[in-house]
C-alpha cells in the first residue's frame, strides 16, 4: 500500500513558477510509475505528467503543459516532483499525484493510488 501526499500549492501570477511535492510511504516506492494530473471546477481530471518506474528513464507531458512543466522522482526520498514554469490561468486546478503498479501510464485507470490533491490558483 502506497500513501500520497502532496504539498506546494499556492497563488502566483501568471508567469510565475511553482514546485510540487509528492511525498509515499512504503518501501517499494521506486517499483512505481508516477504521474500528475489536475482537475479544474467542471472538467474531467486531465494528465499533466508520468514519469516511469525505477531510475525515471522515460518521462510524458499532456499537449498544454509540453516545455513548461518537469516531472522528477527521487528514489532515495520516496518523492515525486512537477516543476511549473510560466504558469497560465488555464493552469489553475487541484493536481493530484498519483502511483500504479505499472511500469509507465498515461491513463488514470493504470493508477492506483492517489494524493488528497494540492490547489494550485494562477491570476492574470
Known amino acids: 500500500q502506497v500513501q500520497l501526499v502532496e504539498s506546494g500549492g499556492g497563488l502566483v501570477q501568471a508567469g510565475a513558477s511553482l514546485s510540487l511535492s509528492c511525498a509515499a510511504s512504503g518501501r517499494t516506492f521506486s517499483s512505481y510509475a508516477l504521474a500528475w494530473f489536475r482537475q479544474a471546477p467542471g472538467k474531467e481530471r486531465e494528465f499533466v505528467a508520468a514519469?516511469?518506474?525505477?531510475?525515471?528513464?522515460?518521462?510524458y507531458y499532456g499537449d498544454s503543459v509540453k516545455g513548461r512543466f518537469t516531472i522528477s522522482r527521487d528514489n532515495a526520498k520516496n518523492t515525486v516532483y512537477l516543476r511549473m514554469n510560466s504558469l497560465k490561468s488555464e493552469d489553475t486546478a487541484v493536481y493530484y499525484c498519483?502511483?500504479?503498479?505499472?511500469?509507465?501510464?498515461?491513463?488514470?485507470?493504470?493508477?492506483?493510488?492517489w494524493g488528497q490533491g494540492t490547489q494550485v490558483t494562477v491570476s492574470s
Open positions: 498519483a502511483a500504479g503498479d505499472t511500469f509507465f501510464g498515461l491513463k488514470a485507470a493504470q493508477y492506483e493510488h
Open positions: 514519469v516511469s518506474r525505477e531510475g525515471g528513464s522515460v518521462t
